[in-house]
T-cell receptor, first 121, second 109 residues
Framework: DGGITQSPKYLFRKEGQNVTLSCEQN?????MYWYRQDPGQGLRLIYYSQIVNDFQKGDIAEGYSVSREKKESFPLTVTSAQKNPTAFYLC????????????????????FGAGSRLTVL | GQSLEQPSEVTAVEGAIVQINCTYQ??????LSWYQQHDGGAPTFLSY??LDGLEETGRFSSFLSRSDSYGYLLLQELQMKDSASYFCAVIGSNYQLIWGAGTKLIIKP
């Protein structure tokens, strides 16, 4: 079955350490996204990528970095520059708006991974 | 600016019908989506409306009025498993989804 795999599910980090969250999809989706969710809040976009070797900053990119060297993979690094990294991180993918347009289901239907919960000690 | 508003919490009784409203403000409009998220889980897609009117999928329906910048999610024959947070989302000016803060649906027996 196709889907998105995020790892690790739980991660503990000491202050000053960088950590990398993995996200792999086998849905053949062009677009991939990283969101952050804090308790009782909505989703905030960190980075997104509509195509391999290209990615864009979202609303809260400071202290984070990504790469998109393969279509299937979109890892997120939480750097020591992120002041408050404790949160639930969600990776998602979609067909993307480049193929079908922004008003298409391809742009609006996201498939999510199970999430990674990061705690800073 | 671009924003979405939805109630923070709605309470209903098992077996009843509940409506979750969403109003939006965007520079362009490409459709309204709804997602469900259970506590500790990931959001899952429920429905998408690009045009005015009602879309029905089983017990769930979603409505859109583009002239009023308004939509709602209607859940019928509520079951305890429907207890979750529900998010509305629209495509923003950078062609990425902008999310509402979510509505927590509490279902009482």
């Amino acid at each position: 079955d196709g889907g998105i795999t995020q790892s690790p599910k739980y991660l503990f980090r000491k202050e000053g350490q960088n950590v990398t969250l993995s996200c792999e999809q086998n849905l053949n989706h062009d677009a991939m996204y990283w969101y952050r969710q804090d308790p009782g809040q909505g989703l905030r976009l960190i980075y997104y990528s509509q195509i391999v070797n290209d990615f864009q900053k979202g609303d809260i990119a400071e202290g984070y970095s990504v790469s998109r060297e393969k279509k299937e993979s979109f890892p997120l690094t939480v750097t020591s520059a992120q002041k408050n990294p404790t949160a639930f991180y969600l990776c998602a993918s979609s067909i993307g708006w480049r193929r079908q347009g922004a008003a298409s289901s391809g742009a609006n239907v996201l498939t999510f991974g199970a999430g990674s919960r990061l705690t800073v000690l | 600016g671009q924003s979405l508003e939805q109630p923070s919490e709605v309470t209903a009784v098992e077996g009843a019908i509940v409506q979750i409203n969403c109003t939006y403000q965007t520079s362009g409009f490409y459709g309204l989506s709804w997602y469900q998220q259970h506590d500790g889980g990931a959001p899952t897609f429920l429905s998408y409306n690009a045009l005015d009117g009602l879309e029905e999928t089983g017990r769930f329906s979603s409505f859109l009025s583009r002239s009023d910048s308004y939509g709602y999610l209607l859940l019928q024959e509520l079951q305890m498993k429907d207890s979750a947070s529900y998010f509305c989302a629209v495509i923003g000016s950078n062609y990425q989804l902008i999310w509402g803060a979510g509505t927590k649906l509490i279902i009482k027996p």
